[in-house]
C-alpha cells in the first residue's frame, strides 16, 4: 500500500459493499480478496442471506474472511435510532443497533454506519442525544458509530452531520465522508475542514458528472456512479485535501457494478481505477 496510502490517508482498501448489493457474501468476499482489497464492508441483507440461505454462521463468517486475507471494517445501516425512524420495521438493507452490534463484533469490525433519515426533519439538539445514546450503547460493545450524510436525506452535506456529531459530545461517533455525496450536496470543500481528522472514520470514492443529470439523486446514486477518475467530481482533489487534513481512514469505493459473467474484470477494474486514484499527485 505504500505507493496508494497518500500520506498515510489508507488505513485499510476496501471494497463497499454498496458495489456487489446483492452478491451472496462467500461470493463477494473471493472476489475482492482475488481482486486485491484488504478489507470489506457489509449490508444487513446479504450477511442474512448468508445466515438463512447459505449455511454460514457468523463464526464462519469470519473465519471466511481471515481465509481470504481480508478484515471487516464497517456494517453499514442503521436508522431506527432517530426521529419517526424509531421503532420502524427495517428493511432489506437495514438493522436496528442490536443486529448490527452482534454482527460487526463477531465478524471483527469496527464501525457501524448510520444515516439520518426520518419525515420528521432534522432537531438538533433531540437528535444529537439520540445519536449519542446509540453512541454509548456501542461503545459497550468496543464500536464507532459513523453518521454518513447523504444529500437527498434529512442532513444532507457534511457541515450538517459534523453539527450533529459535534453536538453529541462522544469520542466513538464519527463520519463517513463520501465523495459522491459530498459533490451531489453542493457544500464546499472548505467545509470539511471543520471535521477533526480523527473523526472522519471511513471514506467512500466514486465520481460522476459535473452536474446531475436529472433531478432524481437517489436513483442517480444507484445507478449512475462511476468508479473513481472516471468523472468530475474532484476525487482526487478530496482526496488531497483529506490527505493534507491528516485523515487516516478506511477508504473504498461505492460503485454499484454490473452482476455478470463479467463481474470478476468489473471488480478488479475498480480495484485499479482506485488504486490509480490514490496514487494522483
Not at 448489493?21 to 444487513?44: I, Q
Request: hydrophobic share 45%; net charge negative.
Amino acid at each position: 500500500m505504500t505507493g496508494v496510502a497518500r500520506g498515510g490517508l489508507v488505513e485499510r482498501l476496501a471494497l463497499m459493499n454498496g458495489c456487489l448489493a446483492t452478491v451472496p457474501f462467500r461470493r463477494f468476499v473471493a472476489l475482492a480478496a482475488a481482486a486485491g482489497f484488504e478489507a470489506v464492508s457489509c449490508w444487513p441483507n446479504v450477511w442474512r442471506h448468508a445466515r438463512r440461505k447459505d449455511g454460514l454462521d457468523l463464526a464462519g463468517m469470519r473465519m471466511l474472511l481471515q481465509d481470504n486475507g481480508l478484515v471487516l471494517t464497517d456494517c453499514d445501516g442503521c436508522r431506527e435510532w432517530v426521529g419517526s425512524a424509531l421503532g420502524t420495521a427495517a428493511t432489506a438493507i437495514d438493522a436496528d443497533r442490536h443486529e448490527m452490534f452482534e454482527v460487526c463484533s463477531a465478524l471483527g469490525g469496527t464501525t457501524i454506519t448510520a444515516v439520518h433519515d426520518t419525515g420528521d426533519g432534522l432537531d438538533l439538539d433531540r437528535d444529537a442525544a439520540a445519536f449519542a445514546r446509540l453512541c454509548d450503547d456501542a461503545a459497550e460493545h468496543g464500536l464507532r458509530v459513523a453518521l454518513e450524510f447523504v444529500p437527498f436525506t434529512t442532513v444532507g452535506d457534511v457541515g450538517t452531520a459534523w453539527s450533529l456529531v459535534e453536538a453529541a459530545g462522544r469520542p466513538n461517533g464519527g463520519l463517513v465522508f463520501d465523495l459522491w455525496h459530498h459533490a451531489r450536496s453542493g457544500a464546499a470543500d472548505s467545509d470539511v475542514l471543520r471535521v477533526p481528522a480523527s473523526r472522519i472514520f471511513t471514506v467512500q470514492l466514486a465520481d460522476g458528472p459535473g452536474r446531475a443529470p436529472g433531478p432524481d439523486l437517489a436513483l442517480e446514486a444507484r445507478t449512475g456512479r462511476r468508479p473513481p477518475g472516471a468523472g468530475e467530481m474532484g476525487n482526487s482533489r478530496l482526496l488531497r485535501i483529506l490527505a493534507g487534513m491528516g485523515v487516516r481512514a478506511t477508504v473504498g469505493p461505492e460503485v454499484r457494478l454490473t452482476e455478470d459473467t463479467e463481474i470478476e474484470h468489473h471488480v478488479n477494474d475498480l480495484y485499479q481505477a482506485t488504486v490509480r486514484t490514490l496514487a494522483e499527485k
